[in-house]
């Protein structure tokens, strides 16, 4: 990962762990390592613990943020819901995603992630 995509997507965490405060979500973490993989933010809401995608756009190439989770990601993610409610019997666990465009456009995408 470059410098300035490494720049980018810490901003759009910024933004997101922001916006997502305001709304009353808690960071539980940032950059949450697990076996299977690396979680952008984990937040608590309510009971739930929510694992955030965020992806971020510096311009319009090749579609906007909310089209960046492909299926490779989705299945990634589903797996670290899976390695988190492993860890987490008793909690409730979700999949958001936070796209944040070039023009600093925020959308919160609640329960963008779910096995089929």
């Known amino acids: 990962m470059s ?7 810490d901003s759009g965490e910024d933004l997101a762990l922001e916006f997502l405060s305001e709304k009353g979500y808690e960071l ?22 929510v694992i955030v995608e965020v ?7 090749y579609g906007v943020a909310s089209e960046m989770i492909t299926l490779k990601k989705r299945k990634k993610l589903i797996q670290l819901a899976k390695a988190l409610m492993q860890k987490y019997p008793k909690m409730v666990v979700r999949i ?12 919160h995408l609640v329960s963008a992630v779910e096995e089929e």
């Open 96 to 107: 958001d995603v936070m796209a944040i465009d070039y023009d600093d456009n925020v959308e």
């Open 3 to 9: 410098y300035l995509s490494k720049e980018l997507g």
């Open 55 to 61: 992806k971020t756009k510096s311009d319009q190439s």
């Open 28 to 49: 539980v973490g940032r950059k949450v390592k697990l076996f299977c993989g690396e979680i952008d933010l984990l937040m608590l809401d309510k009971k739930s613990l």
